[in-house]
C-alpha cells in the first residue's frame, strides 16, 4: 500500500465536497432521505452493495466476509438547531450539523474509498456502518446505534473489533488523535418524575397533600445519595433542569413534575443509582402523604474503550500514518450511543481535535460552532489504519501476515 497520507491527501477535495453538501443538507432522527440517497449514492459509485437494515442506517463490506471483520461507524444526523455561523455553505433549513456528523460521515465516507481500491490486499473484512439518531431527537425509545446493533449489523459476518470518532473542540489540540482506555464517555439517563399529592385551598394546607413540599424534598434527598453513596473518586452527575406544578399562588396542586439526567461513568454505579432513586423517590413521597413515579428515559450506557484494543489501534495509527495518539487521561464528559455497541464487541472511539487554531472555541451543540476542514484527512487517515492496521494484526496472529505498510 502506498503512503496512506499521501493517497487520503489525494481525495482531499472529495472529503471537503461530501463534507460541505452534508453540512448544508441537515435532517435530524431517523428522518434523513436527502443524506441517506446521497451517502448511498457516494458508495455505491465506488462499486459496494449497500443494505438498509433499519430506517436510515447504511451498512456495506469491503474485503473478504469469511476472514475476520472490523466495523467502522460514523453518525448523520444533525441537530433541530438554527446555525448561526455565518458560513457561505451554512444550513438554513432550521436543523445543524453541530456536533460534527457531517465530519464524521465525510471522514468514513473516504475511508471507503481507500479501503475499496485496496480490496484484493484486505486478509479478511471491513463493515461500514452509518447510522440515524445518535442525537435523540426522534421520539422512538431506541437511537440509531441500538437498532442496529438488534438488527443483526453486528452479525454475518461476525464483527470481532468495532472503532469510530468524534470531533472535539475542547481539551485536543486541533488535528490530533485523542484515545482513552477504559470509560471514554459517560453515560446517560433522563430521570423523569411525576409526584402525586392532594389538591387544596392555599389558606388550607391541612386539608390536602402537597406534591412541591414533596418535590422540594425529593431534589434535597437526591443530592445527598451522590454525597454519600458514591465513590468519590468517581465523576457522577445528577441534574434537575425543570421542577415545577401548580397555577396560582393560592392553589395547591395536585401534581409536580421533575426531569433531569443522571450521568456516570461506572455501568455498576449507574444501575445501582436507578434502584437508589427509585427508592428515595417513592419513600419520600409517602412519607408526606403523596405518591411518586419515577422513569429512566432513552439511556445510555458509557462508551468502553477496550484497553488492549485501545493500545492495538493506537499503534495501527502510528504504524501507518508515523503519527501518534495523544492519550487521554480523563473520559469526555458527554454521553454517546456508540456506547450500546461498545458493550457488545471490543470497541475503541477516538476523539478528534477540531477547532481552527486561533478561532474562539464554542462548545459542541453550539450555533456558532465551526469546525477545521484540515482535519478531514486525519480522520480518514485513522479510520483507515485502525481498520486495515486490525486485519493485518489478525493476519499475523493467523500465520498470514501480508507485508508490511
Known amino acids: 500500500m502506498e503512503s496512506l497520507l499521501a493517497e487520503v491527501e489525494s481525495i482531499r477535495d472529495e472529503l471537503v465536497a ?38 436510515s442506517g447504511l451498512v456495506c463490506c469491503v474485503g473478504d466476509t469469511t476472514g475476520p471483520c472490523f466495523l ?3 453518525d448523520m444526523d444533525a441537530l433541530p438547531l438554527e446555525e448561526q455561523t455565518g458560513l457561505p455553505f451554512a444550513a438554513t433549513n432550521g436543523n445543524m450539523h453541530a456536533c460534527g456528523h457531517d465530519f464524521h460521515t465525510a471522514m468514513l465516507l473516504g475511508a471507503a474509498q481507500i479501503l475499496k481500491r485496496h480490496e484484493a490486499e484486505l486478509p479478511g473484512c471491513v463493515k461500514i456502518v452509518f447510522q440515524p439518531d445518535e442525537e435523540a431527537t426522534d421520539p422512538r425509545e431506541t437511537l440509531g446505534n441500538e437498532a442496529l446493533c438488534d438488527a443483526g449489523v453486528l452479525e454475518n459476518p461476525k464483527v470481532g473489533a468495532a472503532a469510530g470518532m468524534h470531533l472535539c473542540p475542547v481539551g485536543v489540540p486541533v488535528g490530533t488523535v485523542g484515545s482513552i482506555t477504559g470509560t471514554a464517555f459517560f453515560s446517560v439517563d433522563d430521570v423523569e418524575i411525576e409526584i402525586l399529592g392532594t389538591g387544596a385551598h392555599g389558606a388550607q394546607p391541612q386539608k390536602g397533600v402537597d ?12 443530592q445527598e445519595v451522590l454525597a454519600r453513596e458514591v465513590n468519590p473518586y468517581e465523576a457522577c452527575v445528577l441534574t434537575f433542569g425543570t421542577m415545577g406544578g401548580g397555577t396560582a399562588a393560592n392553589i395547591i396542586p395536585e401534581r409536580a413534575h421533575m426531569l433531569g439526567s443522571l450521568r456516570t461513568t461506572n455501568e455498576e454505579t449507574r444501575q445501582r443509582l436507578h434502584e437508589r432513586i427509585t427508592a428515595i423517590v417513592e419513600h419520600t413521597a409517602a ?4 405518591e411518586a413515579h419515577v422513569a429512566f428515559l432513552r439511556g445510555l450506557p458509557t462508551v468502553y474503550n477496550d484497553p488492549a484494543l485501545t493500545e492495538e489501534l493506537e499503534g495501527c495509527y502510528e504504524r501507518y500514518t508515523g503519527r501518534r495518539a495523544l492519550r487521554l487521561s480523563e473520559p469526555f464528559s458527554g454521553s454517546d450511543d456508540f456506547g450500546c455497541m461498545s458493550h457488545r464487541v471490543p470497541s475503541t472511539y477516538f476523539l478528534l481535535g477540531s477547532t481552527p487554531e486561533g478561532s474562539e ?3 459542541l451543540h453550539s450555533p456558532y460552532i465551526v469546525f477545521d476542514e484540515g482535519i478531514l484527512a486525519t ?22 501476515a501480508p507485508a508490511e505498510a
Open 361 to 363: 472555541e464554542f462548545p
Open 18 to 55: 461530501d463534507r460541505r453538501w452534508l453540512h448544508q443538507h441537515p435532517e435530524t432522527g431517523y428522518d434523513l432521505p436527502e443524506t441517506v440517497a446521497y451517502v448511498r449514492g457516494r458508495l455505491e459509485e465506488m462499486g459496494y452493495e449497500v443494505e438498509e437494515p433499519i430506517e
Open 72 to 74: 467502522l461507524r460514523a
Open 379 to 400: 480522520g480518514c487517515s485513522l479510520l483507515v489504519s485502525a481498520a486495515m492496521g486490525w486485519l493485518e494484526d489478525r493476519a499475523r496472529e493467523a500465520g498470514d
Open 211 to 222: 406534591p412541591l413540599n414533596i418535590m422540594s424534598h425529593i431534589h434535597i434527598a437526591l
Open 287 to 290: 412519607a408526606f402523604g403523596g
